[in-house]
């Protein structure tokens, strides 16, 4: 199977179903629908139950459909990861993974529910121990598809200041993924006006080994998927590849 193109990774809030709606429209290569950062505790319940009933609608085309669950320590993480598992999303999102204890967990989970589509497990990667576990996690298995780098969390724990002290922790999360044959998703870019700010990111998570970027806008997607998508160059050299290895005498 070819790997699916994740360049452009748009988190939606879980309680706005007008957003959801609007996103099975958007150029986007992956919808992450969120039950954890973007809903207050108050409208949690609510929330699941606009996400899942989205998902169960489907419609969503070519798009990688994502549901990011809370915590499963938290009061709402078990039951957003069985409902989450009742509609059959492309994968579910862990967050504040730590250990790969907390992915087989949320995979023996999954296993519990009844035979059907294959459910991806992708994991956040969003505190000073996930990174020194990094390697650990992604050697998981469980059904483990993808590394998504929580860098507003994270920047926020190490104390550093922003992306200039996460150089380290990212190269680490591209390593592990890269190790383990999982996808590579880059953290937000909280600025949605600074367009120039977002490219020269994408820039450099894409000279990291990134291989796309989570946004919170659609005004990032043409950015992302654009930085993030061959280069004409690297297409006219893989195709020179393709049609010497044709010529005959390289049969």
């Known amino acids: 199977m070819l790997p699916r193109a994740r360049r452009s990774v748009l988190y939606m809030p879980g309680s706005n179903s007008r957003a959801i709606a609007k996103a099975r429209e958007l150029p986007v290569d992956a919808l992450i629908l969120d039950l954890e950062d973007a809903v207050s505790p108050e ?13 169960s609608a489907g419609g969503f085309g070519r798009r990688e459909v994502v549901i990011r669950i809370n915590a499963m320590a938290s009061e709402w993480g078990e039951d957003d990861l069985a409902a989450a598992a009742a509609v059959r999303p492309d994968a579910i999102l862990l967050p504040k993974v730590c250990a790969p204890a907390d992915v087989l967990r949320a995979s023996e989970r999954l296993q519990r529910e009844p035979a059907g589509k294959v459910i991806a497990l992708w994991a956040m990667i969003e505190t000073p121990l996930a990174i020194l576990r990094a390697g650990e996690i992604a050697a998981a298995g469980a059904g483990l598809a993808a590394l998504v780098m929580g860098t507003n969390d994270l920047a926020k724990e190490l104390r550093c200041d922003g992306r200039a002290g996460l ?10 993924a890269r190790g383990f044959g999982l996808g590579a998703i880059d953290g937000v870019f909280n600025s949605i006006a600074d367009l120039a700010g977002f490219e020269a990111e994408c820039r450099e ?19 992302a998927n654009r930085s993030f998508s061959p280069f004409p160059a690297e297409i006219a050299w893989a195709e020179s590849v393709v049609a010497t290895f044709a010529r005959a005498e390289n049969q």
Do not use: M, N, Y
Not at 43 to 55: G, P
């Open 43 to 55: 409208a949690k319940r609510d929330a699941r139950i606009t996400v899942c009933e989205a998902v």
């Open 205 to 223: 998570a894409r000279a990291l080994g990134f291989d796309g970027k989570t946004i919170i806008h659609p005004t990032q997607i043409e950015a």
């Open 167 to 176: 150089g380290f922790a990212l190269s680490q999360g591209v390593l592990a």
